[in-house]
């Protein structure tokens, strides 16, 4: 096999992640001309077009997904070991992509980040926000944080934050107009703030634990919002409804004497929030050095 392939493959990899040529360019340092070289040298190298090209996208062709599945890994952990071994001569350096949901961020990234990018300043963080699932292998991000531990094939998972309550609160304008529920049973006359997923567009149902069984209930929503951290709080806050909040989110109110919990006996808990990486990526020091730094910070605040 042609060496100059392995150069080939990191570019294409980087186009599929990046979603097309220009951003590939920029992330590798090379001109978008240089990307579109080197794509078209591996395409005439296999045979066979990797992408079906148009104005507006890049959409991977049957052969370009199947080269993508069968050399990520390869791909990875080549460029894990190049690191790897670049890494014995200074400090920690290069770009570390991590992704996280809002209310992680606020709860434990927002007091910390800064103080991270001050002591490794040849670390190039990169923060992004989402609520939903993401494939960090597919996505090319280092580390990603979420709730449970089912990963996918070659990643670690590392508990991060304990289990947490899902805590029922309302505001105390909303108490003093219509009253607190005593039972599940009282829920009917009263109004949720609905959430719904970002991902999957679904609702999330009100789940309460009743003497261990996790139950449904049924209650109508007043306003539906897909972000936990500010618009169900702000909801919340403004009586609108029963608003279902993490205490940790909760703990960062300046105003939470103002939320009134209610059924607190009903609670559900969420399971652990893991933070998760590729296999051999902590052997790196710039993903390492982060690693470390979320562990210890975590152990702190929580």
Not at 47 to 75: C, I, K, N, W, Y
Not at 195 to 223: C, K, M, Q
Not at 243 to 259: C, E, H, V, Y
Not at 265 to 274: A, F, H, L, N, R
Request: aromatic share 10%; charged share 20%.
């Amino acid at each position: 096999m042609d060496s100059s392939v392995f150069g080939y493959l990191t570019i294409f990899h980087t186009i599929v992640i990046e979603g097309n040529i220009s951003k590939a360019g920029r992330k590798l340092s090379i001109s978008p001309a240089a990307v579109s070289s080197a794509l078209k040298l591996l395409e005439k190298h296999i045979g066979l077009p990797l992408f079906h090209r148009s104005t507006r996208s890049l959409q991977l062709t049957e052969a370009g997904q199947r080269l993508f599945d069968s050399t990520q890994h390869l791909v990875t952990e080549l460029t894990s070991a190049v690191e790897n071994v670049q890494d014995l001569g200074g400090q920690p350096s290069g770009t570390v992509r991590i992704t996280i949901p809002r209310f992680i961020y606020h709860s434990l990234i927002k007091p910390v980040y800064a103080e991270f990018c001050e002591h490794y300043p040849d670390i190039l963080l990169e923060i992004s926000l989402f609520d939903g699932t993401v494939d960090i292998v597919k996505q090319g991000f280092d580390l990603g944080i979420r709730f449970g531990d089912k990963i996918e094939e070659g990643v670690v998972a590392k508990e991060l934050l304990p289990p947490m309550s899902d805590c029922l609160v309302v505001s105390r304008h909303y108490a003093e107009k219509y009253g607190i529920p005593q039972s599940p049973q009282e829920l009917i006359t009263h109004k949720m703030i609905g959430y719904r997923f970002i991902t999957s567009h679904r609702l999330l149902p009100l789940y309460l634990n009743d003497n261990g069984r996790r139950v449904e209930v049924d209650i109508p929503a007043s306003i539906i919002v897909d972000d936990e951290f500010d618009l169900m709080v702000d909801a919340t806050r403004k009586g609108l409804g029963i608003g279902r909040i993490f205490q940790s989110t909760l703990n960062l109110q300046p105003d939470k004497a103002d939320f009134v919990p209610i059924l607190s006996d009903y609670w559900i808990q969420y399971p652990s929030v893991y933070l998760y990486y590729l296999q051999n990526s902590q052997k790196l020091k710039r993903v390492k050095v982060l690693i470390d730094f979320l562990m210890e910070k975590a152990a702190l605040y929580f």
